[in-house]
C-alpha cells in the first residue's frame, strides 16, 4: 500500500507512461475509517454504517480532500488490456478488503482498455455496493468515472484513473496534507 503523498513524489519524478507503470491503469484512494466505528463492526461483525446520504457525502469528501497525501492508495496486481478484479475478505480476492462488513466475495471491477475505463458490479454482497451513494442492484454494472465514490459495506474508496491523477499530482494539483 502507498500513500498519495508516494504517488504525488511518483508524479513530480516520473513521466506519465511511467507513473502508469507504477500504479496500474487505475487508483482507488480509500477514506480512512472512523476508528470507533471500526472497533464497533470488528465487535459486532457487521456493517456499522447505512450509504452514505448526498450531503453528507460532500462534506466528508472535502474532509477527505483536506488530508489528501496522508490517504492510502489501495494497490491492486498488474493489468492487461482486460482483467477482472475481484473485491472482497478472501485471500484470492485481487482487492483484499478485510471488514466484517464486506463480503467474501463482494464486487467484481473490470478493466478494458477497449470499454474505455473500468465498471463495477456488486456480486450479491450483503452490505451493497455503491456509487455515489446510489447502491447497486446485483446484475447491474457500471462504468466509473474520475472521482467517483465507491463504497463496498462500510469501506470507502475515490476512483481515479492515473492518467488524469497523474496530471493533477504532477502539477501540484489536489489538495496537499
Not at 447491474?140 to 465507491?150: F, I, K, Q, V, W
Amino acid at each position: 500500500m502507498f500513500s498519495v503523498r508516494d504517488l504525488r513524489t511518483w508524479a513530480t519524478s516520473l513521466g506519465p507512461d511511467e507513473f502508469r507503470k507504477q500504479v496500474g491503469p487505475f487508483v482507488l484512494i480509500q477514506r480512512p475509517p472512523d476508528p470507533v466505528l471500526q472497533q464497533l463492526a470488528m465487535t459486532m461483525g457487521q456493517r456499522t454504517l447505512e450509504s452514505p446520504k448526498k450531503e453528507k457525502l460532500v462534506d466528508e469528501l472535502l474532509l477527505m480532500v483536506r488530508n489528501f497525501d496522508d490517504l492510502v492508495v489501495s494497490t491492486l496486481p498488474p493489468l492487461g488490456a482486460a482483467a477482472d478484479l475481484a473485491v472482497g475478505r478472501l485471500p484470492d480476492c485481487e482487492l483484499i478488503i478485510d471488514e466484517p462488513s464486506v463480503s467474501k466475495r463482494h464486487a467484481m471491477l473490470r478493466w478494458d482498455t477497449v470499454q474505455g475505463g473500468c465498471s463495477i458490479q456488486d456480486l450479491g454482497s450483503m452490505n451493497g455496493t455503491f456509487v455515489n451513494t446510489k447502491p447497486m442492484e446485483k446484475s447491474e454494472e457500471r462504468l466509473l468515472a474520475d472521482g467517483d465514490h465507491l463504497a463496498f459495506g462500510d469501506p470507502e474508496f475515490l476512483y481515479f484513473s492515473s492518467d488524469s491523477l497523474y496530471q493533477q499530482l504532477a502539477k501540484g494539483g489536489l489538495a496537499k496534507g
